[in-house]
């Protein structure tokens, strides 16, 4: 069978992309993919990709514009759906998948317009405003917190699932603040630190290329070892050896935490559009499968606290919630719904 897989701009949906992408070529099947020349989806989908052909319109967001901008946006958008709708076309897919942001807009709505079967998966908790329009028109809507979807579990990268395990005690905490850093993240490892070395617990922290020096000498001024990146692509094998995080409640991050087993604390970004991060990870702590502090409430106190009553139910039942095979299984409910 032939699929187009569309959407993109952040690494989040991209990598819902890569994840279906691995499991149609996995099952003898091609795709294409439609993207933004904005946004990620170059650096993730350039040269080299398993895509048989990749195509990157000129779009840009929409929904934060106002006035002319927005009338621009919007007109960027249908004159890319024009060239999506000539794109489809030629290559007679069976199945348009988008995975949300905006550069899923132009395949989307060619789609639609042609007859194409389409067909979601959202990422969020909060359903983006792209993908709250066009809902209604999928034959099948997948998404990690909603009921009625056909698969409930998260495509990630199969790497988490190899090392996951479960966490007992805490040995060693992981920071993570993004590929950008996240300050408030970085301030309160340097405020907790101190009482992790006193219970001879181990820090691994990624600060995000732009803070790291200033952390880098906090660390140094206080006498107290960490492990600290920048940024690094090796993240599943730090992953692999901690057993709690404190994190930002991006949906990737996230489901790629529940894979591992590992139990966090989750600091929302406050900007997220729809406050997504925040429910997020409310969906985890309300299982009690993990912790949720808005970023102005969080005290150092907090960790402690985690510690004090332990991980090891949270992380027994993040190993329940999972499913490796998540990717396939959705690919397996489009080609039934086609």
Not at 123 to 144: D, E, K, P
Not at 254 to 264: D, F
Not at 299 to 317: N, T
Request: aromatic letters at 10%.
């Amino acid at each position: 069978m032939k699929f187009v897989l569309t959407g993109g701009g952040t690494g989040g949906h991209l990598a819902i992309a890569k994840a279906l992408l691995d499991a149609i070529t996995a099952a003898g099947d091609e795709a294409i993919f439609i993207g933004s020349t904005t946004g990620q989806d170059r650096m993730w989908f350039g040269e080299g990709s398993a895509f048989v052909q990749t195509h990157f319109l000129g779009t840009t967001g929409v929904v934060n514009r106002r006035g002319a901008a927005k009338l621009a946006a919007l007109w960027r958008v249908a004159r890319a759906g024009a060239e999506a709708r000539r794109i489809l076309k030629g290559y007679r897919p069976d199945a348009v998948i988008s995975v949300g942001g905006f550069s899923a807009a132009p395949a989307s709505f060619a789609a639609l317009a042609l007859g194409i079967p389409f067909f979601i998966h959202e990422q969020n908790a909060v359903t983006g405003r792209l993908n709250r329009l066009l809902r209604r028109y999928a034959r099948r809507f997948f998404s990690s917190y909603d009921p009625g979807s056909p698969v409930r579990s998260y495509p990630v990268n199969r790497a988490l699932f190899e090392t996951a395990r479960e966490r007992d005690s805490v040995q060693t905490v992981i920071f993570l603040g993004g590929s950008q850093g996240a300050k408030a993240i970085n301030d309160f490892a340097l405020a907790v630190a101190p009482e992790l070395a006193r219970r001879g617990i181990a820090v691994i922290h990624q600060c995000g290329e732009r803070d790291y020096e200033r952390v880098r000498s906090a660390y140094a001024q206080s006498g107290i070892e960490a492990e600290l990146y920048g940024f690094t692509k090796e993240l599943p094998a730090l992953l692999a050896r901690s057993d709690l995080a404190v994190s930002r409640a991006g949906a990737s991050t996230l489901w790629e935490l529940a894979a591992n087993g590992l139990p966090a604390l989750y600091v929302p970004y406050p900007y997220a559009a729809g406050d997504h991060q925040y429910y997020n990870a409310v969906f985890l702590a309300e299982q009690g499968l993990s912790w949720v502090v808005r970023e102005e409430a969080l005290r150092p106190e907090m960790l402690a606290e985690i510690l004090d009553e332990g991980v090891a139910a949270a992380s027994r039942g993040l190993r329940m919630l999972e499913r490796e095979d998540a990717a396939a299984r959705i690919m397996d409910a489009v080609r039934e719904a086609c």
